[in-house]
T-cell receptor, first 115, second 115 residues
Framework: DSGVTQTPKHLITATGQRVTLRCSPR?????VYWYQQSLDQGLQFLIQ???????AKGNILERFSAQQFPDLHSELNLSSLELGDSALYFC??????????????FGSGTRLTVV | DAKTTQPTSMDCAEGRAANLPCNHS???????VYWYRQIHSQGPQYIIH???NNETNEMASLIITEDRKSSTLILPHATLRDTAVYYC????????????????FGTGTRLQVTL
């Protein structure tokens, strides 16, 4: 157990639907990062939050959005789902966005299948 | 962040040392070298990081050349459980201009440990 909790572990949904993925960071970590890993794209950075504020954006589609709540958990919302959104979605956390950190801690991921 | 080049795949016999190379010829002075690994669809796992001195921890050793243009991750006694994709990442831990120091994953080296 890495200390980063992602739910659900598996999700199957139809095209056009909307889903929410949840991430609870490791205790004490203020930063949360979301990554998407599909078969042909590798690990792609989506977005980062630090203590409730968005800090960096990667290749995140407009149909996707995220937020970090006061208790520091984060949610990634995916809407108008397409077959190509099928992927593993990982959340990671770290102590600080500024300090030299000793690495991110990743969760075990959510496997999303769009049918 | 500087780009890295790694071999696509490597094999190693169980019990032998696995030496995984990484080229990062455009690394700048404040950039660190990080290594992560991903075991079959699990979340990536932090292994080690360094700036210019060689580093060792309970998982591995990191050897960085004097000019810092390349590095080698050493798993001293590889086991079957070390079969994974290994990612070498170069980045500054300190964000500039408010840009967070996200991790950018390349394609990595697929290490296969065999009996």
């Amino acid at each position: 157990d890495s200390g980063v909790t992602q739910t659900p572990k598996h999700l199957i949904t139809a095209t056009g639907q909307r889903v929410t993925l949840r991430c609870s960071p490791r205790s004490g970590d203020l930063s949360v990062y979301w990554y998407q890993q599909s078969l042909d794209q590798g690990l792609q950075f989506l977005i980062q939050y630090y203590n409730g504020e968005e800090r960096a954006k990667g290749n995140i589609l407009e149909r996707f959005s995220a937020q970090q709540f006061p208790d520091l958990h984060s949610e990634l919302n995916l809407s108008s789902l397409e077959l190509g959104d099928s992927a593993l979605y990982f959340c990671a956390s770290s102590e600080s966005t500024r300090a030299l950190n000793y690495g991110y801690t990743f969760g075990s991921g959510t496997r999303l299948t769009v049918v | 962040d500087a780009k890295t080049t790694q071999p696509t795949s490597m094999d190693c016999a169980e019990g032998r040392a696995a030496n995984l190379p990484c080229n990062h010829s455009t690394i700048s002075g404040n950039e660190y070298v990080y290594w992560y690994r991903q075991i079959h669809s699990q979340g990536p796992q932090y292994i080690i990081h360094g700036l210019k001195n060689n580093e060792t921890n309970e998982m591995a050793s990191l050897i960085i050349t004097e000019d810092r243009k390349s590095s080698t991750l050493i798993l001293p006694h590889a086991t079957l459980r070390d079969t994974a994709v290994y990612y070498c990442i170069v980045r500054s831990p300190y964000p500039l201009g408010g840009t967070a120091s996200k991790l950018t994953f390349g394609t990595g080296t697929r290490l296969q440990v065999t009996l």
